[in-house]
């Protein structure tokens, strides 16, 4: 297995543990993005891929659903 999909996982751990602290939606977008790429990284993705899917994912999350 992949490490590089634990890393995301423990990103997506720790932006959600932020997010619970600060109820004021700034870390959900990321954790999101961090799921999107270790998504990719379980799937045999290139780190490069994976590092592109996490900035996108998290933009177009925090365009689309920031009020």
């Known amino acids: ?10 990103l997506m751990v720790v932006f959600m543990v932020i997010e619970a602290c600060t109820v004021s939606m700034v870390s959900a977008w990321f954790a999101i993005g961090a799921l999107a790429a270790m998504i990719a990284s379980l799937c045999q993705a290139e780190l490069w891929l994976q590092i592109v899917l996490f900035v996108v994912i998290s933009a177009a999350m925090l365009l689309a659903l920031r009020p």
Do not use: C, G, Q, T
């Open 1 to 10: 297995m992949n490490w590089f999909a634990f890393v995301w996982l423990a």
